[in-house]
DNA sequence: AATGGCTGGGTAATCCTTTACTCGACGGCT
DNA sequence: AGCCGTCGAGTAAAGGATTACCCAGCCATT
């Protein structure tokens, strides 16, 4: 494979030119520049990346670690991460934690390794592995969970707001026992989640109970459980909040096999609008999340922090929105 | 951050004698490498990457470059190399080329560049970008789609054949006139589709007309285009071939709109067994594509690949499975 | 004409690891 | 006792690009 030497031999200079040349630099005569390119061109040559970023210091990379590959709300936050990065000639390497601390301390360690510029990650719980990043002076901004003992930027959504009012169009809607579905313990949007229904539940006055709520992962299996469960009690619910798009499929399924028919016998509200929402009958009700633009922000961001990384954190809350379908709806 | 040196003069040794006790060669003294491990503990140290790969002329990195992010049969894939590349200590990178060849070729390139141990791809269809792995013998395998002027591994499905079969059982199910709607031309996955759904018109001596074949993007809006257009006219089909999830969520909704019911006015099969198909009523009967097993196949070619470039190229194909739903039955 | 400033480009140091080569020490063998 | 093989560990040379520093030549100024 070509080196920097081989383009300089044949351009007759020396490799400091080279470099200048293909670098844009000024300081370089303008025919001079254009033989070296030549060369280049014709050698086939492509830098060497290890070495370069081994002398920069530095790689134009950035890490994107979400939780869940297959979840479309992190997909769109990576393309906006994707379309904001490649504008400045950056390129972004997206890592699936899977949910796992495990998986997501591993990614770290490999992006200080590989020096990338900066890691954009949806945190999944556990602290420790951030502490690293922050430790280094690796610049870094969470997205869509807070990180509690750090302070950096975040990128958040108004997401118990949100629950608490997909709760309250439900109640407004003449609902009376209404049960939650959401994520694991200890993950903050799950925690959230469940806060802000029981917000609305409790500014309605009506009684909040462990046996209306349900915690799983957030997956359509762990969801598909937990409302075969909550349907199968003695007083079961008469509408669902569902913590997001996988798990309404879980939920649906349910419904479906035991014959309940979503919006007349119970009512569902579920967080992420996915494609499918409006093809289900009656249609799904859903709190859509700007996924993407979490993304765009948080690019954004952690472009600013890398140039500087004394720059105060700051938190940015983006609002969700309520989109009534049949779903929620009597009848 | 500290460097080997900084461990070495801790544990009061070389710094070759660190790299060696660190990456577990057996020429180190039991005693000295716990020692050098306790002091590279202390210092938090972590091994600089880029300088490891300039050495190593490889990283242990794999770069898979899909065409859509955003679709779930990609992002199965996208699982199926990761859980492979990680059980023997590599990382994937994903890069999203979006269905651009210029984006595929810059993802090329960067992958060129870090020296990524070996590249997984869909390829866009232009094949020069690809000729560029190969000239440089970089370890490479083609997902999805073949490359046709290159012998490099490659995993497919037999698309032609699973569009065929589902076609026939349209037809078998009593539907007169059945459409198509496919994606771009020069997508060898679209192009396939079709080839198949006309396979099985001429084994049912069925006329093949244009004017019931539609080509767009395999995205949602341009098939849910695509489907009005093709419902509008005089003669509209009674039945569709749709090429892939995205395509069917536009496709069924351009039949809500009309009013017009799947199955017993239109009977609809279509690509990939997405987690909804089962939601919409009546349920979308499916061609449900191995994707996961095309990520391990592809993942474990590579590594082949990697250990031994020389090795014959092959070619695997995987049979997609037809899946019976409601939609493709009149009544 | 001599000096100073400026421009363009070369030399060589540097980034950090890995590893080929070398060497000392020790144990065993004759 | 002397020699050889083995083992463990150090020295130093890559690996390829960037860049601080330096120098040659040219023009302008006095």
Known sequence: MATISDVAARAGVSTATVSRALNGKATVDRDLAARVRRAAEELGYQPNGPARNLRRQEAAVVALIISDVENPFFTAIARGVEDVAHEVGYSVVLCNSDESAEKENRY???????????????????????????????AFVAVDRPLPEQDSDVVLVDTRLAAKQATAHLIAQGYQRIGCITGPIGVR??????????????????????????????????????????LAQAEPPDALLVANSAMAVGVLQALQERGIRPGRDVGIVAFDDAPWAELVDPPLSVVAQPAYEIGTVAARLLLARITDNTRPATTTTLAARLIERGSSHHG
């Not at 229904?197 to 299996?221: G, H, M, N, Q």
């Open 108 to 138: 770290i360690d490999v992006a200080i390794q590989e020096r990338v510029a900066g890691v954009i990650l949806s945190p999944s719980g556990t602290t420790t592995s951030v502490e690293k990043l922050a430790s280094r002076g690796t």
């Open 189 to 230: 949007t799950a925690d959230d989640r469940l806060a802000g229904y029981r917000d609305a539940l409790k500014a309605a006055r009506l009684r909040s109970t462990t046996k209306l709520v349900r915690r799983t992962e957030y997956k359509a299996a762990g969801a598909h459980r937990a409302a075969q469960d909550l």
